[in-house]
């Protein structure tokens, strides 16, 4: 190929770079994509949270709300003993820190999908939950949420709200979140 052939297929190849650059300027970028449709299991916030009480095979805790600051009432941190420690650890700013960030969790727990189930709870480990969440509300409203097995996929946990035909399945990070609360609140107490 000649020199002079090569300097017009190159600037061919600038000229046609220059005007693809020159287009993709001009245009819009793709609008984002919607938000995530993920809803929350509860319908309040953790604020309307007055008292909170887990209980898991790890162990349980009580607490209230007294004014702005939590108090534990009652923290068992293993399950197969009995009797529990009811004093608050001594750290109050952690108590708050810990037990809020275990309600802002509950609160705002993900719902992946609900659905209407007639028979035995035991094929979703509700007959006896591994964990049981007890919450009052500023209204005075009890509301209970009662965590079983994992998901055939392992990904989420089954749940319900007693009282109700409906199985709900949840992210399963609730059980990290609620250990991760009872060792810090263990580390404290001692």
Do not use: C
């Amino acid at each position: 190929m000649s020199p002079l052939v090569r300097s017009l297929v190159s600037l061919a190849v600038i000229l046609a770079s220059a005007g693809a650059t020159w287009i993709a300027v001009g245009l819009q970028p793709p609008p984002p994509p919607p938000p995530s449709e993920v809803e929350s299991v509860f319908s309040f916030s953790a604020d309307d949270v007055t008292s909170i009480a887990v209980r898991t095979w790890q162990g349980s805790l009580r607490a209230r709300r007294d004014g702005e600051h939590w108090r534990v009432e009652a923290l068992d941190l293993d399950a197969a003993r009995t009797g529990s420690a009811a004093a608050t650890p001594p750290d109050q700013g952690r108590v708050d820190e810990e037990v809020g960030a275990l309600v802002r969790d509950v609160a705002a727990l993900p719902e992946v999908s609900r659905f209407v189930h007639e028979g035995s709870l035991a094929e979703f480990g509700l007959d006896a939950p591994k964990v049981r969440i007890d919450l009052t509300l500023a209204s005075d409203e009890q509301i209970t949420l009662e965590i079983g097995d994992r998901t055939t996929s392992g990904a989420g946990l089954y749940a319900r709200i007693p009282g109700t035909d409906e199985i709900l399945q949840i992210g399963s990070l609730i059980l990290n979140e609620i250990s991760a609360a009872l060792f810090h609140l263990r580390t404290l107490a001692s």
